[in-house]
């Protein structure tokens, strides 16, 4: 089904008797049962102020349309959504209606904040055919109970986006990174802890363990790029072996994307952690290969096919399962357990905006 407008939308989800599959661009690769429900649809601009810093657009439409038309006036998505396409090996085109639902964020929500942070407003039909609108166009405008928030990031369990409106900022002009070679986990995350406690605005901290280098990205206007770069390199020479790169966008494209684990067999999980805590961690997960983003607090890990890495984590956090065979997705769930009374604030959740319980059932657990 791939309903043309909103109300038809409605229809359908007020008529529907067994569960639904809610899709974008289909690329998540989603174990849910039921007949899909495409977004696809629903596409177009409604509304954009480039000097307002507002975007208010159709779920339906893809990121890459969203892109370029930000890009025609120097502007961005500063939470920087990564595609999955790569990591999950699924085809189609994401939608900003999927980012917005997973409340995607890249490299960059170190220093701009997640998805969430950008939303300034939403439209959806819940499980029981409403159409319901909230949030406004601007900051200013918050009123009631704040849907968007909690729209962002419900893997369209409560409610079909069908609208979102969100802030936009404008395009760095220029971007460095520093490198900081030789290193182990440990001093990497020093060194991007160093660098985020600096004043000197970083965006991006990450770490590979295989070259055992850190990265730091800074951007902003020409001169002040080169200054800030400069001093980072200098302070954090003490730590490995500090190198100045100009740009660097492919780098970085490829750690919001976890490029290193495309094409590699076995099951994938993002843990969110402390920084410091990273260090205690990364040898107990036993792992066939790392990734850090976050400055250390985001853990991506590739790990032999069923493995139960929740078992294995030994400090305050949570765990999402990936990618992995659905028998697996199954038996170990795809998101961490909630602790019992915010399970059952979830639970109401549901039942209050999707009565029938029919929008991507069995999902979130």
Request: aromatic share 4%.
């Amino acid at each position: 089904m791939t309903p043309q407008s909103e109300a038809e939308l409605a229809e359908m989800i007020a008529g529907a008797s067994g569960p639904l599959c809610i899709q974008g661009g289909g690329t998540r690769g989603l174990d849910v049962e039921g007949g899909v429900l495409s977004t696809r649809g629903l596409s177009g601009v409604e509304l954009y102020e480039p000097g307002a810093l507002t975007l208010v657009i159709k779920a339906g439409t893809p990121v890459a349309e969203v892109e370029a038309l930000l890009a025609a006036e120097n502007q961005r998505l500063a939470f920087e959504p990564m595609d999955c396409r790569g990591l999950l090996g699924t085809a189609g085109e994401p939608t900003i209606g999927g980012v917005i639902a997973v409340n995607v964020s890249g490299p960059r929500r170190i220093q701009t904040g997640a998805a969430r942070d950008h939303l300034l407003g939403v439209r959806f039909v819940d499980g029981a055919g409403q159409a319901v609108k909230n949030g406004g166009r601007v900051m200013k405008n918050v009123t009631g109970y704040d849907l968007v928030k909690l729209m962002c990031g419900a893997h369209g369990t409560l409610g079909v986006l069908t609208e979102v409106s969100l802030k936009v900022l404008p395009q760095a002009e220029a971007m460095a990174t520093v490198a900081v070679a030789g290193v182990g986990l440990s001093q990497a995350v020093a060194a991007m802890s160093a660098a985020l406690g600096s004043p000197y605005d970083v965006t991006g901290a990450a770490y590979d363990p295989d070259s055992k280098t850190a990265f730091v990205r800074v951007e902003g206007f020409g001169a002040s790029v080169n200054y800030r770069s400069g001093k980072l390199a200098a302070e954090l020479a003490d730590l490995g072996d500090t190198s100045i790169t100009a740009d660097g966008e492919r780098l970085w494209q490829g750690i919001r994307d976890v490029s290193a684990f495309h094409g590699k067999d076995g099951d994938v999980w993002r843990i969110s952690v402390k920084p410091s805590d990273a260090v205690i961690l990364a040898p107990r997960l036993e792992a066939e290969a790392l990734q850090f983003d976050w400055g250390g607090g985001l853990i991506w890990a590739r790990v032999a096919e069923g493995t139960d890495l929740r078992a294995r984590i030994n400090v305050p956090g949570h765990a999402t399962l990936v990618r992995a065979r659905a028998d697996t997705r199954s038996r170990l769930g795809v998101f961490q357990p909630q602790p019992g009374p915010l399970a059952a604030i979830s639970e109401g959740l549901r039942r209050q905006f999707d009565p029938k319980g029919i929008l991507n059932p069995g999902l979130m657990g």
